[in-house]
């Protein structure tokens, strides 16, 4: 925690320089002491407008572009949306808004050739377009027509701020089709867009676009919900892929690898390799090959044990910003915990948008954050946009953390009951009865238990929060746990409802818990189901007297 840490505080103390006025009302006054890194917008959450898609460039003279757009209840997302455009003179000191560009939605920029370019859709869900700045981002090219930006004219399409990368002679770009129904994360269908790169980017014909994958429920068990926001990147081999943020039920922590033909024109995937371990997975992330190292390395939100236990969705854990390498793009090592707040509903360090420069990686973030003004409207809707540089990257370690990454962990409980042993987080053992407190964080006690249960032992659990319990058969048994009657939001397959075995909670809804049991050999391994807001506790027997 040492030269992470010194460089972070270091960074804060400039946040004033991009800091918004006094309020002339004399009401309520900003406050960006406590936001780490640079400020470069903010908005409050009362204006109804959230930032989004970060996006960051060096510029051929030395100076910074950064964009971001903006959503949200009072944003104009889905007519035309706009996006924001700031330089740096000084390498992220200080920052000042150059242009407002109006249709332009979900885009990232970045340099070819000499020139700026930014490239996204018009609105959410809109057609893709491209621009040109030949000033740095002081003006811009208006895409209306197949000669001057406009790449499409129909159908639908979703992307991110991903990356940009040169190879094989050809710029490519990952974004998805939209068209795959009105579903959030089924719709979506994977694609690649290509141009060779002497050609003019803002001509529609120079652009090959591969075909799209749609998602297939029964990949993974029927627990993949949805891909998107692909990052191209040559892969060890010389191939081109599409490395994909991937919604894996509630876990998280898996990405997908899409490969691409040559020419751009084919995409494939194969769900028995192409998914690949990878924290932080469930949100946004952008990879980038660095050539000294010879490694991938990526920003990502990881889901830390102490946070897992906080949200069901590992998807809307954005707390932590760790930095992560690859030396094949497929095993993953997290070398040091950037940024962390250990509040997972109303901060979070977003969408991380990054570019190498020299020694360091420069960032720019979404930002969820307190602003004295009552903070972000929640981790989701960020209030800011801050840059951030991460100093000697390549030499950083889990010792350089700016939090000591032990306290992020939660202590493992092993119990041995004689005929099975078990271990997890986020779970005590505890007497079943009539009258006993149900759950570790709530004043609601068991009522209606089954007089065949009373006494039992029971892992109890905090109510809305991701325990982790893992049974090993010590002999041949049969196992029973309980969980909401209704079995909503978790994954109960093979395991057998007892139907004379229900009692409830004292909630205002007086809700019902089922048990359900199956068999298992000594030696066999299972994890207690989890993923609604009871969870699934594992009911343990008395042991037999000697």
């Given at each position: 925690m040492m030269p992470l840490a010194r460089t972070t505080l270091a960074i804060i103390s400039c946040w004033f320089v991009a800091a918004v006025l006094p309020a002339a009302d004399g009401g309520p006054q900003p406050d960006f002491s406590l936001v780490p890194g640079v400020v470069i917008d903010h908005r409050p959450a009362s204006s109804g407008l959230y930032i989004g898609s970060p996006t960051i460039a060096?510029?051929?003279?030395?100076?910074?572009?950064?964009?971001?757009d903006f959503f949200g209840p009072k944003s104009v997302e889905h007519q035309s949306a706009i996006t924001a455009v700031f330089r740096s003179e000084d390498r992220g000191a200080t920052w000042k808004q150059v242009s407002q560009i109006d249709g332009a939605f979900w885009?990232?920029?970045?340099?070819?050739?000499?020139?700026?370019?930014?490239?996204?859709?018009?609105?959410?869900?809109?057609?893709?377009?491209?621009?040109?700045?030949?000033?740095?981002?002081?003006?811009?090219?208006?895409?209306?027509?197949?000669?001057?930006?406009?790449?499409?004219?129909?159908g639908q399409f979703h992307t991110a701020p991903v990356p940009m990368v040169i190879h094989h002679g050809r710029l490519w770009r990952g974004f998805e089709d939209a068209g795959g129904g009105l579903v959030w994360g089924s719709r979506y269908r994977a694609m690649m867009l290509s141009a060779p790169v002497d050609a003019d980017l803002l001509r529609r014909e120079s652009w090959t676009f591969s075909n799209h994958i749609a998602r297939d429920p029964q990949w993974m068990d029927g627990r993949f919900l949805g891909w998107l926001e692909g990052n191209a990147v040559a892969a060890p081999d010389g191939r081109m892929v599409n490395v994909l943020r991937m919604h894996y039920g509630g876990q998280g922590g898996k990405a997908a690898i899409v490969r691409i033909s040559d020419d751009g024109a084919t995409a494939t995937f194969d769900p028995q390799t192409g998914v690949i371990d990878f924290p932080g997975g469930a949100k946004k992330f952008t990879i980038r090959f660095d050539p000294e190292s010879k490694a991938y390395w990526s920003l990502v939100n990881p889901v830390m044990p102490v946070s897992r236990l906080q949200q069901r969705n590992a998807g809307s854990i954005r707390n932590t910003l760790a930095l992560m390498r690859s030396s094949d793009l497929r095993q993953w090592e997290m070398r040091c915990i950037l940024l962390h707040h250990p509040d997972v509903a109303k901060h979070g360090f977003q969408y991380p948008d990054w570019q190498f420069d020299g020694n360091d990686l420069i960032a720019a973030i979404r930002t969820a954050y307190d602003d004295g003004l009552g903070g972000a409207h929640n981790a989701h809707d960020a209030n800011f946009?801050?840059?951030?540089?991460?100093?000697?990257?390549?030499?950083?370690?889990?010792?350089?953390?700016?939090?000591?990454?032990?306290?992020?962990?939660?202590p493992t409980a092993k119990f041995d009951t004689g005929a099975m042993l078990v271990e997890g987080r986020g779970f005590t053992l505890e007497t079943l009865d009539n009258e006993a407190k149900a759950f570790g964080n709530r004043n609601y006690v068991w009522r209606e238990v089954p007089e065949s249960l009373r006494g039992w032992r029971y892992t109890q659990t905090s109510g809305g929060e991701l325990a982790e319990i893992a049974v090993t058969a010590k002999v041949d048994t049969t196992l029973q746990i309980a969980t909401a009657a209704s079995r909503r939001g978790i994954d109960t397959r093979g395991w057998e409802p007892v139907e004379q075995l229900v009692f409830h909670y004292t909630d205002a809804g007086r809700t019902p818990m089922q048990a359900l049991r199956r068999s298992f050999k000594a030696g066999d391994r299972v994890e207690v189901p989890q993923g609604n807001w009871t969870g699934g506790i594992l009911l343990i027997p008395p042991e037999p007297a000697d």
């Open positions: 060096e510029l051929p003279d030395g100076a910074y572009a950064a964009a971001h885009s990232n920029l970045f340099v070819h050739r000499g020139q700026l370019y930014l490239m996204g859709v018009n609105r959410h869900h809109g057609w893709i377009v491209i621009r040109r700045s030949d000033d740095g981002g002081r003006t811009w090219t208006v895409p209306e027509d197949a000669e001057s930006g406009l790449l499409t004219d129909t946009l801050t840059f951030h540089r991460f100093r000697n990257f390549r030499e950083l370690t889990m010792a350089d953390s700016v939090v000591d990454p032990q306290s992020l962990e939660v």
